[in-house]
């Protein structure tokens, strides 16, 4: 069956290092992957897509990276602030519109 | 651009009765809308996919006569719980597509927290 995984413990790093997030799929081949951030309550924001023939994707302080040999993503924010604690999910295209999302990692920067 | 909005945002509701969720795309239309559910620290699930004009495609194991979904704008989407049960109470997410948009983002709602007694 389809599967994405995401670390499921809580990340937790000082402010200003950078935050690395994985997400491992197995049982796909998405056309793209996307990563959004979601904060308690409240539903997912969009951040990043990055497509399967793209190696790299930044914007300001975010960059994602897609490895279809792999099967592999990873989210990075640099210089990271309080103010990026939240959820991170991972998202899969599986075709027809359809996507499917991971369980989310939370991170935690502390001042 | 690209703002969705969910009415109401907490509901609480006794066992038995039914409860309409609305889900809006504010300043784009969306011809595909998507209905979420999510238990806490667990991932979104999708319930179902609502479509414009015509009937919503559920997914295995959500049940269509429970979760009444009708897409009758291509603004608005909403899902009926009916006779909900304390087992319906989680979080509800709608998601919908921008028609115009050439990648395949789907911009989400702020959710509507259900509890039933």
């Known amino acids: 069956s389809q599967k994405i995984e995401q670390n499921s413990e809580a990340l937790n790093i000082q402010e200003g290092k950078t935050a690395t997030l994985t997400c491992n799929y197995t049982n796909y081949s998405p056309a793209y992957l996307q990563w959004y951030r979601q904060d308690p309550g409240r539903g997912p924001v969009f951040l990043l897509l990055?497509?399967?023939?793209?190696k790299e994707k930044r914007k300001e302080r975010l960059k994602v990276t897609f490895d279809t040999t792999l099967k592999q993503s990873l989210f990075h924010i640099t210089a990271s602030q309080p103010a990026d604690s939240a959820t991170y999910l991972c998202a899969l295209d599986t075709g027809g519109f359809k996507t499917i999302f991971g369980a989310g990692t939370r991170l935690f920067v502390k001042a | 651009g690209a703002v969705v909005s969910q009415h109401p945002s907490r509901v609480i509701c006794k066992s038995g009765t039914s409860v309409k969720i609305e889900c809006r795309s504010l300043?784009?239309?969306?011809?595909?809308m998507f209905w979420y559910r999510q238990f806490p620290k667990q991932s979104l699930m999708l319930m179902a996919t609502s479509n414009e004009g015509s009937k919503a495609t559920y997914e295995q194991g959500v049940e269509k006569d429970k979760f009444l979904i009708n897409h009758a704008s291509l603004t608005l989407s909403t899902l009926t719980v009916t006779s909900a049960h304390p087992e319906d109470s989680s979080f509800y997410i709608c998601s919908a597509r921008d028609n115009r948009a050439v990648q395949e983002t789907q911009y989400f709602g702020p959710g509507t927290r259900l509890l039933v007694l």
């Open positions: 300043d784009f239309q969306a011809t595909t």
């Open positions: 990055i497509r399967e023939n793209e």
